[in-house]
């Protein structure tokens, strides 16, 4: 069982906006903003989208957001695209000193 | 740009060592501001983080298999390995090297990552 729940799956029509929730504790998503979020495509290895929150990498589109609120992170995805459809998943550091991550969330673009 | 390839067995029997390296090209693994990690997925389940080894060889382990993990270092080939020891099925999983930033906890840059099974 994964330390951070996500749902397990999502979708959205091309060109809407969907939302991936990360839930955790005090202990890891609400004592650190240290969030990350992940995008995997089958068969790929794991691309960083989103880091520390709300931060993108360079190279990574505007579409995509992170945020937090309390003991739950967020990414929102504008603008939904086709290759949007992957499986995303969290991280967050925690207080024992590990990097947790949540169990996943396949995004399904209809 | 820096890629990562992991290598090693696919298979493995109960009660033996699982041996990974993970070869870093297009960059140095002496690099001051990375850290060098293993992450696994077991079939049909979430990340989990194995830990990490810096430049140095200093390294931090996750506490849930600390007793059984082993991650090093050679410079001078680029390379950061993983050894797990005393495997069980419940180890079945793809495993991922990574590379981490010094300054906040993320991996920039993953392997393909390599199935690993753990059958007699």
């Known amino acids: 069982q994964s330390a951070l729940t996500q749902p397990a799956s999502v979708s959205g029509s091309p060109g809407q906006s969907i939302t991936i929730s990360c839930t955790g504790t005090?202990?890891?998503?609400?004592?650190?903003?240290?969030v990350s979020w992940y995008q995997k495509h089958p068969g790929k290895a794991p691309k960083l989208m989103i880091y520390d929150v709300s931060y993108r990498p360079s190279g990574v589109s505007n579409r995509f957001s992170g945020s937090k609120s309390g003991n739950t992170a967020s990414l929102t995805i504008s603008g939904l695209q086709t290759e949007d459809e992957a499986d995303y998943y969290c991280?967050?550091?925690?207080?024992?000193?590990?990097?947790?991550f949540g169990g996943g969330t396949k995004l399904t673009v209809l | 740009q820096v890629q990562l390839q992991e290598s090693g067995p696919g298979l493995v029997k109960p009660s033996q060592t699982l041996s990974l390296t993970c070869t870093v090209s297009g960059g140095s693994i002496s690099s001051g501001d990375s850290y060098w990690s293993w992450i696994r997925q077991p079939p049909g389940k979430g990340l989990e983080w194995f830990g990490y080894?810096?430049?140095?060889?200093?390294?931090y382990y996750n506490p849930s298999l600390k007793s059984r993990i082993t991650i090093s270092v050679d410079t001078s080939k680029n390379q950061f390995s993983l050894k797990l020891s005393s495997v069980t099925a419940a180890d079945t999983a793809v495993y991922y090297c990574?590379?981490?930033?010094?300054?906040?906890?993320?991996?920039?840059?993953w392997g393909q990552g390599t199935l690993v099974a753990v059958s007699s």
């Open positions: 990574a590379r981490g930033i010094v300054d906040t906890p993320r991996f920039d840059y």
């Open positions: 080894v810096y430049y140095s060889g200093s390294t």
């Open positions: 991280s967050s550091y925690s207080s024992s000193s590990t990097l947790d």
């Open positions: 005090s202990s890891d998503v609400g004592g650190y903003n240290y």
